[in-house]
């Protein structure tokens, strides 16, 4: 069964690179426009990686992992990782089950 992993950015069009991507190397990418969107779907889905942009109003990357290890109590002791990309955005993950 392919990893399930939850993309997270206010902008549309690096979501659907990114989903793009993951798709192609065989992976299960789920999108989420805003914090909110990816806090209803932690609710109800079970999510292996969460990727978030940083810059988000009007929750930012950094209130959505602390919300995420509140939804999903394994993740609480998982650690963040960031990737700097192109034009000085960075992407943040943290593993959330397994």
Request: glycine share 8%; charged share 25%; no cysteine.
């Amino acid at each position: 069964m392919a990893k399930k992993i939850l993309l997270v950015d206010d902008e549309p069009r690096i979501l659907s690179l990114l989903h793009s991507l993951l798709r192609t190397e065989g992976l299960e990418a789920i999108s989420a426009k805003d914090g909110q969107a990816a806090i209803e779907i932690l609710k109800s889905q079970k999510i292996d990686l969460l990727i978030t942009d940083i810059r988000m109003t009007p929750m930012d990357g950094m209130e959505l992992f602390r919300a995420a290890r509140v939804e999903s109590p394994p993740a609480s002791q998982r650690p963040v990782q960031h990737w700097p990309l192109a034009g000085g955005e960075v992407v943040f993950g943290m593993r959330v089950e397994g």
